[in-house]
């Protein structure tokens, strides 16, 4: 009997779990100990050069995306979820669409738009007659051109989580501080503002965790970062020690800010004011007050995802490129291939990972999880060079055995294949597929385990036949989100790519450094479509939610 009580465990699924946290806990040991052994010399030579310069940078446009994405995340919560106005219904979805766009996407539409020779500059010389220097007109190449894309594109993630904390707030402390003389202000800012902290902090951490992780953007703008920094060091001057120091830095930086959002996460915990939860009563807003709040959740609508669609459209159909040229279906076909064999391994490994932890919730399951969820935080240069360091040593190594013992030249059999490009995307993204798989198995109480297990099923034929088919739309949108992040995901791509296996992403980020503006805007506007669909699946959710919430029959006017 006691051997019978005894879970049984499939065989070897801790140790595939542990082969997964090992992988993913590679390349930042990797970078780390390449770092170590680079010499104080190469650090004093950078330290004395690019490092204060890519460090004040870095810090600048941290700041500028966290401060920006706060203010319009949080206000366009509040106002959809507290005011009712105009177009508020609409808003609500459409505020999350401009998350379809990579941020080096909106860069490149935008540089067209308004650099000197772009539609807006040559319109303003026309109706003035000005000259190209009777004027001053703010350049977008710039660091604050730099964060006004981020901005854009990553308030959504301070958007949702604020909308959702929000909402998850009683009307009990809100109220109360109403009849206590406070304004709709005062109460927003006394009372609201600051349960909801814990859910904004959380959301402009993710954003700045991206921003961190960003390199078309600053690469195409000019702007010298910790990221633009490692490709230079390893492609212009084949500085391998430099890169692997600047990605320790960018990595120490990175993993603080992780610890952060852990922390926020924790935070959030929130009780209810009062005995019983009721609904915040929406106010209805008119006259010049309804104008402002459509404008304000208007404008970043307009700007991250309508404009930008509408640029590229233009710039597309101007260039004459055709999608259907086998040169273009080449470049599609290499990021379908790549995103679908990513997700593929990416969502298994993530799937041994959780059952295992499942199975055996012990801290060493639950450590190898919290190991194999540290990538996100990492940006995706920073993996590369981890990857490269140690893999080229051991391709090196085998070389120089075989070629003595055996006169066999191996060549470079992993660093440059598919397969340590695959693994990259897999360190990178595992977190995001661990959160959607975890988010299902949630919803699976612990007592189906007991059960199947007294019917007879072993763990494997558990996970099989019970838990896989309950979790069906978990691994589909888990797999959805890898496939997307990864055919947006460029700077692990630019460093890792086999040789001539170029993707829509490389395609796009060549011909804009090149200017070629209008050629670029075909491929960027096929990772925009693509990065539309869990967007689209994320809008519905939303119309879902917003149809289930609570409304007062006869809200009050302001």
């Known amino acids: 009997m006691a051997r019978s009580s005894r879970i049984p465990s499939p065989l070897g699924l801790g140790t595939l779990a542990w082969i997964a946290a090992g992988v993913c806990l590679l390349p930042m ?118 964060a006004l894309m981020l ?12 909308r959702a904390a929000f909402l998850q707030q ?16 005062s109460a927003f800012f006394r009372v609201s503002l600051p349960i909801a902290r814990p859910a904004i902090a959380g959301g402009a951490l993710l954003a700045i965790m991206e921003t961190l992780a960003d390199f078309g953007t600053v690469s195409y703008f000019g702007v010298q970062t910790f990221a633009t920094g490692i490709y230079q060091a390893w492609y212009s001057f084949f500085d391998r020690g430099g890169a692997a120091q600047l990605a320790l830095c960018l990595l120490i930086v990175a993993l603080v800010i992780a610890a952060l959002e852990r922390r926020q996460r924790r935070d959030q915990r929130q009780h209810g004011a009062g005995r019983r939860f009721e ?22 609508v307009l700007l991250g995802f309508l404009l930008p669609v509408g640029l590229l459209l233009s710039l ?60 996100y935080a990492v940006p995706g240069g920073v993996i590369a060079v981890g990857l490269i360091v140690p893999f080229a040593a051991f391709d090196n190594a085998l070389d120089a055995f075989m070629e003595a013992r055996f006169g066999i030249d191996t060549g470079l059999l992993i660093t440059g294949s598919i397969w340590l490009l695959v693994a990259a995307y897999g360190v990178r993204f595992m977190a995001a597929a661990l959160s959607a798989y975890d988010a299902g198995l949630s919803t699976i109480n612990p007592n189906v385990d007991a059960v199947a297990r007294t019917l007879g099923r072993s763990p494997r034929s558990m996970l099989r036949g019970v838990h896989l088919p ?80 609570r409304f007062v029959p006869e809200p009050a006017q302001v």
């Open 151 to 162: 901005i854009l594109v990553l308030y959504p993630y301070v958007y949702l989580l604020s």
């Open 29 to 146: 040991l990797a970078v780390a100990i390449a770092a170590l052994t680079g010499g104080v010399e190469t650090f004093s030579r950078l330290a004395g050069t690019v490092l204060p310069r890519y460090t004040a940078t870095t810090i600048a446009l941290v700041v500028l995306v966290g401060f920006g994405t706060s203010v319009i995340g949080t206000g366009a919560a509040w106002l959809v979820t507290a005011t009712r106005f105009p177009g508020r219904r609409v808003l609500e979805i459409a505020l999350a669409l401009p998350l379809a766009f990579p941020a080096y996407v909106l860069a490149y539409a935008y540089t067209d738009f308004l650099d000197h020779p772009g539609w807006v500059q040559t319109t303003l010389r026309d109706l003035t007659g000005w000259g190209p220097r009777d004027y001053w007109f703010p350049e977008i190449r710039s660091l604050g051109g730099a």
């Open 279 to 300: 609904a915040m009563q929406s106010v209805r807003l008119t006259g010049w007050r309804a104008v402002g709040a459509a404008s304000f959740c208007g404008l970043p």
């Open 316 to 375: 597309g159909w101007d260039s004459f490129e055709n999608l259907l040229t086998d040169r273009y279906l080449r470049f599609l076909r290499n990021s379908v291939i790549l995103a679908s064999i990513a997700a593929v391994f990416t969502v298994a490994a993530a799937v041994v990972l959780g059952f295992n932890a499942r199975l055996h919730p012990t801290r060493g399951a639950k450590a190898a999880v919290r190991v194999a969820g540290l990538g």
């Open 470 to 549: 309950i979790l069906r739309p978990s691994l589909m949108t888990a797999l959805l989100i890898v496939f997307v992040d990864v055919m947006k995901e460029l700077p692990a791509t630019l460093i890792m790519r086999p040789f001539n296996f170029d993707t829509l992403a490389v395609q796009a980020h060549r011909l804009a450094a090149d200017e070629r503006l209008g050629e670029a805007a075909v491929p960027s506007l096929v990772i925009a479509a693509v990065g539309l669909l869990p967007v689209v699946i994320l809008c519905f959710g939303l119309g879902r939610e917003r149809r289930a919430r």
């Open 170 to 185: 009683s009307a009990t402390a809100y109220i109360a501080a109403r009849t206590l003389g406070h304004g709709p202000w």
